[in-house]
């Protein structure tokens, strides 16, 4: 399996603002997921996206693809203080069944 | 809902001690995983198992091993704790095939002494 790398370390801003976070991987990829944890929880699922997609929606969340940079971000619109957490992406390839998480991007929402 | 649940999430053990975390998950998932987290490091695989009885490495299985009797029960084991086992442990779990989403578990906060 192959390890995406988030970007920003760490970002903050405030609430009502679109927050956004990249994630850039090496290899070509089936799909690309994005996880969400809370501090001292364990990661909830937000949205996966296909490698023949460009785009997915998801409530306030937009994920995009580009295949040929090997990049994805993720926006979260109107944050919240509830968006405070912090954001994994993970790559797949292969028929690896296990996921490689990098090191996150730390999310603060400042009410 | 998927559901995945630990047996502790607290759990202070003194070095030496063989420690025992617990996963179990209740939709009939293949897959099951057991992380570690430790700040700046992210998350990284320990085990993980595809099958009942069937294990594989991940990029960190020194000092650990585990068990899958039954396949909604997945064992982490620590055979002789060491402070540097002092973690926060993940386990997750997943259908079978490729890369599919995984369900976590809450987390076990491990303190070795």
């Known amino acids: 399996s192959q390890q995406g790398e988030e970007d920003p370390q760490a970002l903050s801003i405030q609430e009502g603002e679109n927050a956004t976070m990249n994630c850039s991987y090496k290899?070509?990829?089936?799909?690309l997921q994005w996880y969400r944890q809370n501090s001292g929880r364990g990661l909830v699922h937000l949205i996966l996206?296909?490698?023949?997609?460009r785009e997915k929606h998801s409530g306030r969340l937009r994920v995009t693809l580009d295949t040929s940079k090997k990049s994805s971000s993720l926006l979260i619109t109107a944050s919240r203080a509830a968006d405070t957490a912090s954001y994994f992406c993970?790559?797949?390839?292969?028929?690896?069944?296990?996921?490689?998480f990098g090191s996150g991007t730390q999310l603060t929402v400042l009410p | 809902d998927v559901k995945v649940t630990q047996s502790s999430r607290y759990l202070v053990k003194r070095t030496g001690e063989k420690v025992f975390l617990e996963c179990v998950q209740d939709?009939?998932?293949?897959?099951m995983f057991w992380y570690r987290q430790d700040p700046g490091l992210g998350l990284r695989l320990i085990y993980f198992?595809?099958?009942?009885?069937?294990?594989e490495k991940g990029d960190i299985p020194e000092g650990y091993s585990v068990s899958r009797e039954k396949k909604e029960r997945f064992s982490l084991i620590l055979e002789s704790a060491s402070t540097n086992q002092t973690s926060m442990y993940l386990c997750?779990?997943?259908?079978?095939?490729?890369?599919?989403?995984?369900?976590f578990g809450p987390g076990t906060r491990l303190t070795v002494l």
């Open positions: 993970a790559p797949s390839s292969g028929s690896a069944r296990q996921l490689t």
């Open positions: 997750a779990s997943s259908r079978a095939g490729g890369a599919d989403t995984q369900y």
């Open positions: 290899t070509s990829i089936n799909n």
């Open positions: 198992s595809y099958d009942v009885k069937m294990k």
């Open positions: 939709m009939d998932h293949e897959n």
């Open positions: 996206i296909r490698s023949n997609e």
